[in-house]
């Protein structure tokens, strides 16, 4: 309430100036382009081209055994409980599968992903963009505090992402998210830079 009454107060203030209020406004005839209408295609398949063979597929296998089962809320339901009955009850162990993306950051094999991609994970695979070929990789180091963990392939002459000076990313910018999560193909969204937050990391 107070608030809308100095707002109010404001705008009567203004109006009964004596002196003239000078506002800034726009030109009154803005051009409009429309790139649809000419003879070219508005793309950034330049800029992306050579990023995209820096994104990975990554396949995880880890066996669950029945403890872990069983600690699901879901077999707490006599209804899902009751799905099993006449099938051994709840199962003993299974093998449990997941996909997800990483980034190539060095031409060595070295690949940054999310910690909960790979956690406990038994086995590691990963899939190169235009490359058939499977690669086993290991687990260099992880943190689940920032969700960021590090697995290397052995592969040589690989297109490693390159870096740019994060600090000079200004509000407005336009970016862009590429992963290949599914197993079936890349993804690339596009967006602008709405926020920035200045992290500050503990050790």
Do not use: C
Request: avoid cysteine; hydrophobic fraction near 40%; aromatic fraction near 10%.
């Amino acid at each position: 309430m107070k608030k809308l009454f100095l707002l109010s107060l404001l705008t009567l203030s203004l109006l009964n100036a004596k002196e003239g209020v000078e506002f800034k406004y726009s030109p009154k005839d803005m051009e409009r382009n429309y790139p649809t209408a000419q003879n070219y295609i508005l793309s950034y398949n330049n800029v992306l081209e050579n990023v995209r063979s820096s994104i990975v597929n990554i396949s995880i296998k880890k066996e669950i055994n029945g403890n872990q089962l069983s600690a699901n809320p879901f077999f707490n339901d006599p209804f899902f409980r009751e799905f099993f009955k006449g099938y051994g009850d709840i199962p003993q162990e299974r093998i449990q599968q997941a996909l997800g993306s990483g980034v190539i950051v060095s031409k060595d094999g070295y690949i940054i992903t999310n910690n909960h991609v790979i956690d406990g994970a038994d086995q590691i695979t990963v899939n190169l963009a235009g490359d058939k070929k499977e690669y086993e990789a290991k687990v260099i180091g992880k943190d689940e505090k920032s969700d960021l963990a590090i697995i290397k392939i052995e592969a040589k002459n690989l297109n490693a992402i390159t870096f740019y000076n994060s600090d000079k990313v200004k509000v407005g910018d336009v970016v862009f998210a590429l992963g290949n999560p599914f197993g079936v193909g890349e993804t690339i969204t596009q967006g602008i830079v709405s926020a920035r937050v200045e992290a500050a990391w503990e050790s």
